[in-house]
């Protein structure tokens, strides 16, 4: 049985357990509190040496580290990973833009504001730039989705998995989606999905 090391209030981890769920393989779920330090751990860096979740065990103990590859992973062969080779390209653009223009800023305003009591004086410094590079990220969404139903082929797949986990979650941030309507229905329509579970979900 695969084996997932997690941090439940994690957008990243989350992609991992909503695709897990919506195909409807078994796993066990192991907690790593990351703001305990549980995965900077020697046990732990030695499955994942950059001592991040979420990381995920093999049934042969294979370790495989970061979201989007353990998505590719788990999602090969299925209708969630497209077989178009143009739509699998546009998957990964997609994918490649969450984490790099979308997680960055909406993920990290959210962390901050979700989990912290109080902001250290460099965090409220970066908070608003943080906050406008995030904006800018919906933005992209909202332009995409007035046209598509979904990102990719018009059809639910790993990009919506990859973006919705953290977007569902942007007010906790901050954030207000109150001016992106179609970012909003394009929410519900995801967790309309077959075998949806919420962030919180525990197999």
Same mark, same amino acid.
């Given at each position: 049985? !695969? ?15 909503? !695709? ?11 907690? &790593? ?6 995965? =900077?751990? /020697?046990?732990? !860096?030695?499955?994942? %040496?950059?001592?991040?979740? %979420? ?17 590719? +992973? ?6 969630? @990973? ?21 997680? /960055? #800023?909406?993920?990290?305003? &959210?962390?901050? =504001? #979700? ?5 250290? %004086? ?7 730039? $943080? ?12 332009? #995409?989705?007035? &046209? ?6 018009? $059809? ?7 973006? +919705? ?14 001016? +992106? %309507? #179609?970012?909003? @229905?394009?929410?519900? $329509? ?14």
């Amino acid at each position: 049985m !695969l084996t997932l090391y997690d941090f439940m209030g994690s957008g990243n981890g989350y992609k991992v357990r909503l !695709l897990l769920a919506q195909l409807g393989t078994p796993y066990k779920l192991v907690e &790593r509190d990351i703001l305990k330090g549980e995965t =900077r751990t /020697p046990e732990f !860096l030695a499955k994942n %040496p950059n001592g991040r979740i %979420p990381t995920l065990e093999l049934e042969d103990g294979t370790h495989l580290a970061e979201s989007d590859a353990i998505l590719w +992973y788990l999602a090969e062969g299925t209708a969630f @990973a497209p077989a178009d080779r143009l739509q699998r390209a546009q998957t990964l653009q997609w994918m490649f833009f969450e984490q790099y223009s979308h997680e /960055p #800023h909406i993920a990290v305003a &959210r962390f901050w =504001r #979700h989990f912290f009591a109080k902001l250290s %004086p460099a965090q409220e410094l970066e908070l608003p730039a $943080r906050m406008e590079k995030g904006y800018a990220a919906l933005g992209v969404m909202e332009k #995409h989705l007035a &046209r598509h139903q979904y990102f990719v082929g018009d $059809r639910y797949g790993l990009a919506d998995v990859a973006l +919705y986990a953290y977007t569902h979650v942007a007010p906790e941030g901050n954030f207000d989606l109150d001016h +992106y %309507p #179609h970012t909003c @229905a394009w929410l519900a $329509r995801v967790a309309a999905q077959p075998g949806h579970v919420s962030i919180d979900h525990k197999n």
